[in-house]
Nanobody, 124 residues
């Protein structure tokens, strides 16, 4: 499956952004989807995941209550709504796909396909 992330940009502290990831090439609903991020000089970290149907989600503690992951299987898209952004949210954000499973995937090695990343910069 091919993934294309978009929606990044520059925003002030406390602002909002909505990331989008378009999927193509395979049956989108066969995949659980995740968002990861990588800040300069840091390792890639898990942000959020959503199961194939959209009925189950899981978040990193650092974004819980501020970010919301969702998907539209008819449009082959997954979204990450980011509210109350902080400077520490600054990173390149990646969407990723993994064949649907029965538990939450929070490690990058569990994902088979990756988008190219979109940069989010939060100014203080």
């Amino acid at each position: 499956v091919q993934l294309q992330a978009s929606g990044g940009g520059l925003v002030q502290t406390g602002g909002s952004l909505r990331l989008s990831c378009a999927a193509s090439g395979r049956t989108f609903s066969d995949y659980d989807m995740g968002w990861f991020r990588q800040a300069p000089g840091k390792e890639r970290e898990f942000v959020a995941t959503i199961n194939w149907s959209g009925g189950s989600t899981y978040y990193a503690d650092s974004v819980k209550g501020r970010f919301t992951i969702s998907r539209d299987n008819a449009e082959n898209r997954v979204y990450l709504q980011m509210n109350s952004l902080k400077p520490e949210d600054t990173a390149v954000y990646y969407c990723a796909a993994s064949p649907a499973g029965s538990y939450y995937y929070t490690r990058s090695v569990q994902y088979h396909y990756w988008g190219q990343g979109t940069l989010v910069t939060v100014s203080s």
